[in-house]
């Protein structure tokens, strides 16, 4: 099905309904949830985290067994997140300093950790050499010239260089990374001149390449065309073949499953790499969007030619739908499927800040609590203080017990940075 009657598809496997039709997420009725966390909550269903997690390590392994999933931090980058993923086995991708902050506290093996960033500072390389961060992304050749002077003698940094594969893809704009013009990475003749520089190096190991296409493609044959581009630079034992597996946000999103997306990227590195090299992958949004909600409470019903209804998050939640236009869709949290049309919009004072326009709810009322699901990747993320909001808590949900792991900021802590 490919309609609003297909709604619970896009919820976390596991997502039922009780009698009076209250949905329960992770065996947890969302109303008693909202009741002991307040509203907006963003609810993670940590089984289903954690299956995705073993299911990309799997199949991963189960087609190339000299393999590691490195989770994307960025997609949801709180300690206990990260610390789900590190018990599931996976290996931690964190773009700069505060994401090695969180991975360590995670309880992460510093050697996992995989540094990202196209504009590192001194003061992160620092900090990743001296934690032992197994492999630094070289992006640039000021990467080089800065590890060059912080690692210290005796110690060898392994390295990869991310290069630009020059692959177009058909995501938004500003999640596409693989094409020429990109900011990320090197084009191949640039990369050539880095790796003779890391290779020339006393402190540095030329491990491999890295390349990463963007975020939400679903199209399984652009991200393996990135593949041919880097073994074009030559054999190494090490190649991150990046994220970017797309998730389904609406009913007419068809991304690829885990296992098309892997037999069309790894027949991709059978023909091209090197037999005996390792393969990295780093997918965020797909272990993580699909198996969250926000749960909001509805604060105003504005009806007119369009009815608003608006709830207490918005932009300071999800910046997903403001940034790239992202649609998202919801329902009230006992009346499932059916209703009019509405626009769903948040509490900030921009006419971009909508959450679900034209989307169907049925008989919405002030005080119900609205649910927005596939909120589990780059939401927390992004989340943020415009009009004051404190930033929501993340509650992990499961086998119908709840566990706060981040609580909502509170009013004071808006002040805490003022001098
Ligand atoms: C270097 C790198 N690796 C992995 C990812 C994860 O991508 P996604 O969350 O789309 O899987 C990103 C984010 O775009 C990234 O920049």
Redesign the pocket.
């Known amino acids: 099905m490919t309609g609003p009657d297909d709604l619970l598809g896009l919820f976390p496997p596991g997502t039922a309904q009780d009698g009076d039709g209250m949905l329960r997420i992770g065996g947890c009725r969302l109303d008693d949830l909202a009741a002991a966390q307040g509203t907006p909550v963003l609810v993670v269903a940590e089984q289903a985290v954690r299956q995705r997690a073993r299911d990309y390590r799997e199949q991963l392994a189960a087609r190339w067994p000299d393999s590691q999933v490195v989770f994307?931090s960025?997609?949801f980058p709180c300690t206990a997140v990260q610390r789900l993923m590190v018990t599931e086995g996976l290996w931690l991708?964190v773009?700069g300093g505060g994401e090695i902050v969180t991975a360590l506290a995670a309880g992460a093996d510093p050697a996992t950790l995989v540094l990202?960033g196209n504009a590192k500072t001194t003061e992160e390389i620092e900090l990743a050499v001296r934690s032992g961060v197994g492999t630094v992304?070289v992006d640039n050749e000021d990467d080089i010239d800065r590890l060059d002077v912080v690692v210290p003698a005796g110690r060898v940094q392994g390295c990869l260089v991310r290069v630009i594969p020059g692959v177009q893809s058909s995501t938004y704009p500003a999640?596409a990374?693989g094409h020429s013009g990109s900011k990320?990475g090197l084009s191949p003749a640039a990369a050539r001149q880095a790796i003779s520089r890391i290779e020339a190096s006393a402190r540095l190991r030329m491990d491999g390449l890295h390349t990463?296409v963007?975020?939400?493609?679903l199209v399984a044959d652009e991200l393996a065309a990135a593949v041919a581009p880097l073994a074009a630079l030559g054999d190494y034992p090490v190649y991150d073949l990046?994220?970017?597996?797309g998730c389904r946000y609406t009913y007419t999103d068809q991304p690829p499953s885990l296992g098309e997306y892997l037999d069309v990227l790894i027949s991709a590195a059978r023909e091209h790499l090197p037999p005996g090299a390792r393969i990295l992958i780093?997918?965020?949004?797909?272990v993580v969007a699909p198996n969250a909600v926000t749960v909001y409470r509805v604060t105003t019903v504005k009806p007119g030619a369009t009815t608003f209804v608006a709830v207490d998050g918005g932009m300071g939640d999800n910046l997903e739908v403001a940034l790239v236009g992202q649609r998202f869709e919801a329902t009230i949290a006992d009346r499932v499927g059916g209703g009019q049309p509405v626009t769903v919009v948040g509490r900030h004072c921009e006419s971009g800040d909508v959450l679900s326009a034209n989307v169907p709810l049925r008989d919405p009322k002030v005080g119900d609590l609205l649910v927005v699901p596939v909120t589990g990747?780059y939401c927390y993320t992004m989340s943020n203080n415009y009009n004051g909001a404190r930033r929501i808590p993340v509650v992990l949900a499961d086998d119908g017990d709840t566990k706060l792991v981040v609580r909502r900021e509170r009013w004071d802590e808006l002040l805490s940075r003022d001098l």
């Open positions: 994307a960025k997609a991708d773009a990202h992304v999640y990374t990320f990463h963007g975020s939400q493609i990046g994220g970017g597996l780093e997918p965020g949004r797909s990747a």
